[in-house]
């Protein structure tokens, strides 16, 4: 008898993401030091297995926590503060002024606790943000033990935490340099886009990055607009830019990429720089919609991103898997791609490789961490299933998630977050969108 700390058996269905796409019925799965020790039958693990914590699952797939690529958690506290917009119109009339106003210490950690939330609560055990004073997402990340990498944000005109532009290498050093050791968070910096920052600023920020050895994001070829900004300016395509510039490896994140042509595609991947994803984001800002099932075929490593919860305006990634699969059927006119398997590896062991994190996480193999969310399949919508990648793509809610473990602590129990008071948080949340509110009748 071997013994461990946390044993979970009867599940109905472990689908564990790994290459070999295994996927097994009446399973079980062991837990030690936060790492998998075991992932198999049932019937054998009763047998090795002595261990402190034994949980039935029965009624439940058990699958690997998602991978939010790209968020601004802090923003939660502007949800459907303005829809409908352009995306230039949306940023400099209303997001750019409001953030200048409300944007501060306090407000960064009560927008990131709720967004941490509301991932968590949705399947999302790891994410990725960018936004300004990213020390307190970290903070709140560590609070809630959730994973993720959180990315000072550098732009070329003066932002909430770094008046003068010209400092931001500054702020970026105090960031790093007082940066809490850890192992499920890690710190990133995130350079806005080739629009809002000059190409001196990114070469120096990637620099940084790479003397850091940490991922440098950036926002690339969002819109139409953006794309002939750039060409006007440069003479060159966003990606081609880049490239130039000496920005590109596999620590950079470039965020989008709606409007990538096929050369520049070819560029991304030479370099091994990431791509992600965000759909539901580039549908409401209109944006365009990235040529995933070509980034596919080109073998590019991408995964899957919300954006802000103002431009989505939800963050939940599970139901991005069904736009994802959904949305590039219908505009391709080929129900053949974005298969249900394809896409859930992107917000799984693809995301997880686009973050550089694909040895610890993104699939449920022994010792690799424990990241696992738990579905509810006793549900109407869950009845019958044959297939439960079919069902997590196409049928699964935010709502089935009733389990999630981060490195083998649970926080979430029968959807309840385990660590701290959500109804105080709401709370507050509702109090500053009361002040913000009045703030925007004054104007
Ligand atoms: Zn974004």
Not at 426 to 434: A, T
């Amino acid at each position: 008898m071997t013994r461990t700390d946390l044993l979970i058996k009867d599940i109905d269905y472990l689908v564990t993401c790994d290459k070999e796409w295994n996927i097994f019925q009446n399973a079980a799965l062991a837990v030690t030091d936060g790492k998998i020790v075991y992932v198999g039958s049932n019937e054998e693990i009763i047998e090795i297995f002595r261990a402190k914590e034994t949980i039935s699952l029965k009624g439940h797939i058990l699958m690997p926590g998602l991978v939010n690529c790209h968020v601004h958690s802090p923003m939660s506290i502007f949800r459907g503060i303005a829809d409908d917009m352009p995306l230039q119109k949306w940023l400099h009339e209303v997001i750019f002024p409001v953030e200048s106003r409300w944007i501060n210490r306090e407000t960064v950690y009560v927008g990131a606790m709720l967004s941490i939330i509301e991932m968590v609560l949705s399947g999302t055990t790891t994410f990725c943000d960018g936004y300004f004073f990213e020390e307190e997402v970290a903070s709140a990340a560590l609070s809630c033990g959730m994973r993720a990498i959180v990315g000072q944000g550098v732009l070329d005109f003066p932002t909430p935490d770094n008046p003068e532009p010209k400092n931001f290498l500054k702020r970026a050093e105090t960031f790093l340099n007082n940066f809490p050791s850890n192992d499920l968070v890690k710190p990133s910096v995130f350079c806005h886009a080739p629009y809002t920052c000059s190409s001196e600023t990114m070469k120096i920020t990637k620099e940084f990055c790479s003397y850091y050895n940490i991922i440098f994001q950036i926002h690339l070829a969002e819109t139409k607009q953006e794309v002939k900004q750039i060409k006007d300016r440069y003479g060159m395509n966003p990606g081609e830019l880049l490239q130039e510039l000496g920005l590109l490896d596999d620590k950079t994140l470039c965020v989008h990429a709606v409007w990538l042509e096929d050369k520049e595609l070819d560029i991304i991947k030479e370099h091994s720089a990431t791509l992600v994803h965000c759909v539901e984001s580039n549908l409401k800002l209109a944006s365009g919609i990235a040529p995933v099932p070509k980034w596919m075929s080109k073998g590019i490593t991408f995964g899957l991103g919300t954006d802000g919860p103002s431009s989505n305006n939800d963050l939940n990634l599970l139901g991005e898997l069904t736009t994802v699969a959904l949305v590039h059927k219908g505009i391709n006119k080929d129900p053949t791609v974005c298969k249900a398997e394809d896409v859930l590896k992107l917000a799984t062991i693809q995301g997880a490789r686009s973050l550089g994190l694909e040895e610890s996480i993104g699939s449920l193999e022994v010792g690799k961490d424990a990241d696992l969310i738990a579905l509810d399949i006793t549900k109407p919508h869950a009845t019958p299933i044959y297939d439960p990648v079919s069902h997590i793509v196409y049928s699964a809610k935010a709502s089935d998630v009733k389990h999630v473990w981060i490195r083998g602590c649970q926080v979430v129990q029968n959807r309840r977050i385990l660590s701290f008071d959500v109804e105080s948080l709401l709370n507050e949340v509702k109090g500053l969108s009361n002040q913000i509110k009045k703030s925007l009748s004054k104007d």
